[in-house]
């Protein structure tokens, strides 16, 4: 590994292309890699853990922010979480080399749309040690080639974990350019002009971070600038139930992305839900904003959102009442990131409505907003949540990250013929 880098790092990105068209994993083989990095994590599982600790504790002293450093952090139950979503991409059909169609255009000349690997990703990312490691599951499953470039505080975790992996890769011949990690940030700008080498850079992290990568780089980028997620309540019997949503929207990982950052109450139900949803989220210390809607009806002084676009990322949470459904929806498209918008209420029409209107990768009705994740959608790990509208969308997970060709094969068919009338196409399935 040491070798590797200390390439120079035109002629490693080169190496890394080459490799990447010449490298052509089984599924047997890719299966049995993943199988061993599961079996290395159990054995190395408290290093790991006391690796990840001194990386915390460096964060920590030099004062980085609440989110970040519970991104960071790496503790035994993330670790079976990412040992979960690895255990799942083995069992998961191999993504590449699918047929999506066979079509007959013509006697003896055939259309077959095949699946493929992107190619060679680019990756960068602050914190996240287990997304670390789902990214560099789902580039061997996938037959991707991955440079990852982490933030100075998981460098030393991402190293350990790299180190385990090449070895792996190495006794299974498998070409360590495969898996390339990064560890100077003055190679990010590098990266992001080798557009002649590098076919998709996926960035994970803070809204400055995957902004800087857009307007940097003219390498397709995919994924998300800020997860502004929405929770609205409208017509609802069950109370008790819609609390437990929102809650667990907010604070069963507050850092997430995925974590709900607005509450939208519908206002004919306001007198009597929001003196108990502000209870419940008092009663978890979650500091709330409101309007000055909600601050006359309750007769308190809440303080003003400094944004209804701001990604709160911790314990805070905006509360605004609304006049209806169609306001909602309009608020959630104006302030929203596109990521993930939930609506609770017993309508079935409303929520019908909701979800074909608000214009986001993940619509939900009745359930929290936590669930926007790879592994519980069932893919087995995800490199991040893309809020493109253009394929892939949400989770992208192993089909994400394919792509596809078209092959023809034919009998020395020539278009002529079928300009001139002397052969018609059968476009047969």
Same mark, same amino acid.
């Given at each position: ?196 080498? /590098? +076919?998709? #850079?996926?960035?994970? !992290? *803070? ?5 800087? $990568?857009?307007? &940097? ?58 003196p108990v949803l502000i209870s419940a989220l008092e009663q978890h210390d979650i500091e709330i904003y409101a309007d000055e ?35 909602? /929806? +309009?608020? #959630?498209?104006?302030? !929203? *990131? ?5 609506? $609770?209420?017993? &309508? ?60 023809i094969v034919g009998n020395l068919h020539i278009v002529g013929d079928y300009a001139k009338g002397v052969r018609r196409f059968?476009?047969?399935?």
């Open positions: 590994m040491d070798q590797l880098l200390n390439e120079d790092l035109t002629s490693l990105i080169e190496k890394v292309s080459f490799l990447s068209r010449k490298t052509d994993l089984s599924s047997d083989i890719k299966n049995l890699i993943l199988a061993e990095i599961v079996q290395e994590i159990h054995k190395r599982k408290q290093e790991i853990i006391r690796i990840s600790a001194e990386d915390y504790a460096l964060a920590k002293a030099e004062k980085l922010e609440d989110a970040l450093l519970s991104r960071l952090k790496f503790d035994a139950d993330k670790i079976q979480n990412s040992i979960s979503g690895l255990e799942k991409l083995i069992e998961l059909d191999d993504p590449v080399g699918q047929i999506e169609f066979v079509r007959e255009l013509d006697d003896h000349l055939i259309l077959t749309k095949k699946s493929y690997p992107v190619g060679v990703i680019g990756v960068i990312f602050e914190a996240r040690p287990d997304a670390f490691l789902q990214m560099i599951g789902i580039a061997i499953k996938t037959n991707n080639f991955m440079i990852l470039k982490p933030g100075k505080e998981a460098q030393r975790t991402c190293s350990y974990l790299m180190a385990m992996v090449h070895n792996i890769l190495l006794k299974n011949n498998v070409p360590l350019e495969m898996l390339t990690l990064l560890h100077s940030r003055s190679q990010i700008d590098f990266l992001l002009k080798q557009d002649q080498y /590098i +076919d998709l #850079i996926i960035p994970r !992290g *803070s809204k400055q971070l995957v902004e800087y $990568i857009k307007q &940097n780089t003219n390498i397709p980028v995919l994924g998300h600038a800020d997860g502004v997620c929405h929770i609205y309540v409208g017509q609802i019997t069950n109370v008790q139930q819609a609390l437990n949503v929102i809650i667990d929207s907010k604070i069963q990982y507050a850092a997430a992305c995925n974590a709900v950052e607005t509450i939208l109450v519908n206002q004919d139900i306001a007198a009597q839900f929001l809607k909600i601050s006359e009806l309750l007769t308190r002084n809440f303080s003003y959102p400094e944004s209804w676009s701001f990604e709160y990322s911790n314990h805070c949470i905006s509360l605004k009442m609304v006049h209806d459904l169609r306001e909602a /929806i +309009d608020h #959630i498209n104006t302030y !929203g *990131s596109h990521h993930t918008d939930a609506i $609770i209420t017993d &309508n079935p029409q409303h929520a019908s409505t909701f979800m074909q209107q608000v214009d986001s990768a993940n619509v939900y009705h009745n359930c929290s907003t936590r669930f926007a994740d790879g592994y519980r959608y069932g893919f087995g790990a995800e490199v991040g949540i893309s809020t493109n509208k253009i394929l892939p969308r949400g989770p992208v997970a192993i089909e994400g990250l394919t792509t596809y060709k078209y092959h059968k476009h047969s399935l």
